[in-house]
């Protein structure tokens, strides 16, 4: 019997996507869900619209058979739309400024927000709460710029501590001044209350945590960071050490420092954001060892690592204007100011994010590779975080009630945190140069069948080129 596919590029090359999907509906016909509004019925916001959750089948029900969708294989996207117009148009004109992707500048947006709000803004769910700080880390070449979006957009953090600083002092030199006028003075000795930090010792640092402060580690070089691990131990386990004390940190976790000859310290409920980049080249070296991998350090951190940037000539490059910084200023230093806030979700938020946290269970339990489980296991909680971050960039900042578009966004998020750790990040840790050439055959099996249940080797056999033996050892080997 004739078969005819739609072409793929004109030249009657079949369409690999659609050989399959014809395919399997010969053999196992799709069991079609209920009709989803058409496109002119959704909302650009609407979380029907922007999320597409994979469909996985109950125990003792028929399993939808997954389609295969061009849009798989498409750039991945950090979305924007939700937040206001305000921060969208200044993430567009800095990614055009510096010439840089737009991607970093938006994780750059969400710490800064996050690191400005603090602990003042929580979300409270069933049974944890969570704060709006993360662990971020922009992955690209020295030519894409990550130091210049990571500057300009905390900008208004160090201008905060900046000033905080000048207060400090002069509250300092008064309380000085009443000590050596009155030596009985018993007034409160004032803080710095410091929210940036750079190259610092882990003590320095559990200082700041111990004001009950959020603080936010800023990197330019993340392999530095990383490399300082127990640096600045006198002996014993230092890396060990620090590298649990940065797990708690992660998880809000409170823990007790001790030392020989000083008083023992407790750091309760602490909550530390850590931004900065890395080159590819070396993000293996720093993120890939055993130590870092095993104990999930490496899985906490949310990477960016666009692929293709369009390059923009500097003549033809939009200017940051002081009324742009003026605006970006505005927007942060109203979070500095705000009250405190404690968010929860609506109903329709609510059964999205628990749909999206059950399906990524289900995967996590089902991967046979404990290292992809374990970091698709932690974008549940990833999820909330940047739910709050994206939140306070949006329109409802200072609303009590994160909805189900905002929801909806942040999932979006997630999926393409997810994706590039996947695909791009975990390749590099395990030594592999699978992103730095094309793809194989044997990838794009590999891809597919992370995603997707392959009903018809011969199928995809002959959409490729290959024998169903090669198939089937690619599969076996996966």
Not at 48 to 56: D, N
Not at 374 to 395: E, V, W
């Amino acid at each position: 019997m004739s078969q005819s596919f739609t072409p793929f590029d004109g030249n009657g090359t079949p369409d690999f996507l659609s050989v399959i999907n014809a395919e399997v509906n010969k053999v196992e016909p799709r069991i079609l869900a209920l009709p989803a509004p058409s496109v002119e019925q959704q909302s650009p916001r609407s979380p029907v619209a922007q999320l597409a959750l994979p469909q996985i089948a109950r125990s003792g029900s028929s399993k939808e058979t997954s389609h295969l969708k061009a849009s798989t294989f498409a750039e991945p996207v950090l979305p924007i739309d939700w937040f206001s117009e305000s921060v969208q148009e200044y993430i567009r004109t800095v990614s055009e400024s510096y010439g840089c992707p737009q991607e970093y500048v938006v994780v750059n947006s969400l710490f800064t927000a996050g690191i400005a709000a603090g602990k003042k803004a929580q979300l409270v769910t069933n049974p944890y709460t969570n704060y709006p700080c993360d662990f971020f880390c922009m992955v690209g070449k020295p030519s894409r710029n990550k130091t210049g979006p990571l500057k300009e957009v905390t900008r208004p953090l160090r201008e905060h501590d900046k000033a905080n600083f000048a207060k400090y002092l002069e509250e300092k030199a008064a309380y000085d001044q009443c000590k050596h006028e009155d030596k009985s003075y018993s007034g409160e000795q004032p803080i710095f209350h410091q929210r940036i930090v750079g190259d610092s010792s882990p003590e320095s640092r559990n200082a700041l945590l111990a004001q009950g402060d959020m603080i936010g580690v800023v990197a330019d070089e993340l392999k530095s960071f990383i490399d300082s691990l127990g640096r600045y131990s006198k002996g014993g386990n230092g890396v060990g050490a620090e590298l649990s004390q940065l797990l708690s940190i992660w998880s809000n976790v409170g823990f007790a420092i001790n030392r020989k000859f000083e008083e023992t310290k407790l750091i309760d409920d602490p909550a530390m954001c850590i931004n900065g980049g890395i080159q590819p080249e070396l993000l293996g070296k720093t993120f890939g060892t055993d130590a870092l991998m095993d104990s999930g350090f490496t899985q906490r951190f949310l990477f960016v690592y666009p692929d293709k940037v369009p390059f923009v000539k500097r003549c033809d490059r939009k200017f940051m204007t002081p009324e742009m910084r003026e605006s970006w200023t505005g927007i942060i230093g109203r979070l500095f100011d705000m009250q405190p806030l404690t968010l929860q979700l609506s109903h329709e938020a609510n059964s999205l994010y628990s749909n999206y946290a059950d399906i990524n269970d289900m995967r996590a339990d089902a991967e046979e590779d404990c290292y992809i489980g374990g970091m698709i296991q932690k974008m549940n909680i990833h999820t909330l975080r940047l739910a709050i971050m994206a939140h306070l960039l949006s329109d409802h900042w200072n609303e009590p009630v994160i909805t189900a578009e905002g929801m909806g966004h942040a999932i979006r998020m997630a999926d393409y945190f997810t994706r590039i750790h996947i695909e791009r990040i975990y390749p590099l840790l395990r030594g592999s140069a699978a992103t730095q050439r094309p793809m194989t055959n044997g990838d794009l099996l590999r891809a597919v069948n992370r995603q997707f249940t392959i009903k018809s080797q011969n199928a995809l056999a002959e959409a490729l080129g290959v024998s169903q033996q090669y198939v089937n050892k690619i599969l076996k080997e996966q």
